[in-house]
């Protein structure tokens, strides 16, 4: 980034000029490179991406008849969007979500007949840290057919004014086969600098087997 001095002749300026993008901020000027669009073959270079490319690409391989029940079933499918309403798939969108980790498992479409969006709720006994390598979550049951998906994020300052950091996740706990299970290493892994004392938040998700999910349950951990 380069600092700008205007002169009498040039009183203000803003907006970008070739590849350059100019600025106004607090103490004058500023000049920073107009960011580029990443290409589609460096975007396919990711692995998630390059995943979504390739399902999306088999929608418009089946036919008619099968795009009509992932229309029809998407208005069944409903979720509540990040302004807090009522939302749903379209059927484009719910075919790519629910084929787009099991083709490239299993090298076969979902049977849209199949798919439910309940979502099997996950009796949770306790999420605590009573040892200095262990943070446990417990189950009071196991329920098949269900996962939980599993967050860390960071608060700072807990007991003056909280600042929270984003969300990580940091696992995926299969319900149906662990009563408990410790996930101390994986947030460490994740928060490499926490010390005695600072506080993380443990978001938990119930997700099927199709991905649907329910609400977050999210625990308030200290770091002994």
Not at 21 to 42: H, T
Not at 130 to 148: F, H
């Amino acid at each position: 980034m380069a600092r700008i001095v205007l002169s009498p002749l040039v009183s203000k300026i803003s907006g970008s000029i070739g590849s350059l993008v100019f600025k106004k901020i607090d103490n004058g000027y500023s000049v920073n490179l107009k960011p580029r669009r990443a290409s589609l073959s460096c975007l396919l270079d990711k692995n998630v991406l390059s995943l979504v490319h390739s399902i999306s690409s088999k929608w418009l391989t089946i036919t008619q008849i099968e795009r009509d029940k992932y229309i029809a079933a998407a208005q069944l499918f409903s979720f509540v969007n990040k302004f807090g309403n009522q939302s749903f798939l379209s059927g484009r969108l719910l075919f790519i979500k629910l084929n787009n980790i099991n083709y490239h498992r299993n090298k076969q479409l979902i049977d849209i007949d199949t798919v439910t969006s309940v979502v099997p709720l996950v009796p949770l006994a306790s999420v605590n840290m009573l040892k200095n390598d262990e943070i446990k979550i417990k189950l009071t049951a196991l329920v098949p057919n269900s996962s939980l998906l599993v967050q860390v994020r960071f608060v700072k300052n807990q007991l003056i004014k909280p600042v929270f950091d984003r969300s990580k996740i940091i696992s995926v706990i299969n319900s149906g086969q662990v009563l408990t299970t410790n996930i101390y290493q994986e947030v460490i892994d994740h928060l490499p600098f926490l010390q005695s004392g600072d506080y993380v938040h443990i978001y938990i998700t119930e997700l099927n087997n199709y991905g649907f999910k329910n609400i977050p349950k999210f625990y308030l951990i200290k770091i002994l």
